[in-house]
């Protein structure tokens, strides 16, 4: 079974993707087997036009999958936007670690990310903020842990021991 945790923060430009992308080479450096999920304000497009891929979506296609020796993908027009349960879902079996980047709405365990002159604001705190991850020397008193932004080893350590804990993911 996966544990999953919610890398988040006010605003863009504060340092998730960097934080997720040392967090993600320290688990793996360990051993661990990793899968993310980042959330798209914007309609993304994985296709380069003129691909076969493409092509195909272009021709109506609502759902293609390309796959080679070392990869798959899966491009799959929706009505809405999938539940993030849904997405965790179709990832977590293979993996020790899910990491989100985005969804503040998610019931996962939350990390933010706030950088001091970067964040606009701290978010508003409730019972599923494990952590804040940071680079600012100012108090933050209300949630138990902070951690130094910087220090992915340190990051790394604190997540397997609370999941080794027994915390719900």
Not at 23 to 45: M, N, P
Not at 101 to 127: M, T
């Amino acid at each position: 079974m996966a544990f999953v945790v919610n890398v988040l923060a006010s605003n863009s430009n504060v340092g998730k993707t960097t934080l997720i992308v040392g967090i993600v080479k320290e688990l793996k450096s360990r051993g661990y087997r990793i899968a993310t999920i980042k959330h798209d304000a914007h309609d993304f497009e994985i296709d380069q036009e003129g691909k076969d891929t493409w092509k195909h979506r272009q021709a109506g296609a609502d759902t293609v999958l390309i796959s080679s020796k070392s990869k798959i993908a899966l491009i799959k027009s929706t009505e809405a936007e999938a539940a993030l349960e849904q997405l965790v879902d179709m990832v977590k079996d293979d993996v020790d670690f899910v990491i989100i980047e985005g969804y503040k709405g998610s019931s996962f365990p939350k990390i933010e990310v706030y950088r001091k002159g970067a964040s606009e604001r701290r978010l508003e705190v409730d019972d599923t903020f494990i952590a804040v991850a940071t680079d600012s020397k100012e108090a933050i008193d209300d949630v138990e842990v902070v951690l130094d932004i910087n220090n992915y080893k340190e990051i790394a350590d604190f997540l397997i021991n609370y999941f080794k804990r027994g915390a719900k993911c």
